[in-house]
């Protein structure tokens, strides 16, 4: 079996963003020589998200939308996380709502997604670099 591994490296020039990393991962996988098994990409963040969904601006404003309805990035005050004097509870809590990681099967060579499907970071805390590891391993 073989494996391969590499760091994916962002930085998203806002407090929040979501970016497609799907041309990223498939570098990788090319850069892999893997022709089947499974391709594993996860944040090295606490306070960001690695995910599989639509890759439509509109989606996009609802999940934002929909994650400060329910962890609002203010007031700071309102988390006890934010007593140890950090500003980003909502963004622990936003990063595991939308998941750590995601993996993805390999088959001949290509990710093998369903319609639509691509894969996105999800940058919670952001306005420095953060990094995403993508692990493959197969034949
Ligand atoms: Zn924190």
Redo the contacts with the bound molecule.
């Keep these: 079996m073989k494996s391969y591994r590499k760091e994916l490296w962002f930085e998203v020039p806002r407090r929040r963003g979501f970016l497609n990393i799907t041309p990223q991962v498939e570098l990788a996988l090319r850069e892999s020589g893997i022709r089947e098994g499974l391709c594993l990409v996860n944040a090295m963040h ?2 960001a998200a690695v995910f599989i969904n639509d890759n439509e601006s509109g989606l996009h404003a609802d999940f934002e939308r929909w994650l400060e309805k329910l962890a609002p990035e203010k007031p700071y005050s309102a988390y006890d ?1 934010n007593l ?1 004097g ?1 500003d ?2 909502d ?2 809590i936003k990063r595991t709502i939308m998941g750590r990681e995601t993996v993805v099967a390999v088959t001949a060579g290509r990710l093998d997604f369903g319609p639509w499907e691509q894969i996105f970071y999800g940058e919670f ?1 952001g306005l420095r670099r953060k990094r995403v590891l993508v692990k493959i391993v197969g034949e």
């Design positions: 606490i306070t996380h140890t950090e980003n509870a963004a622990h805390d």
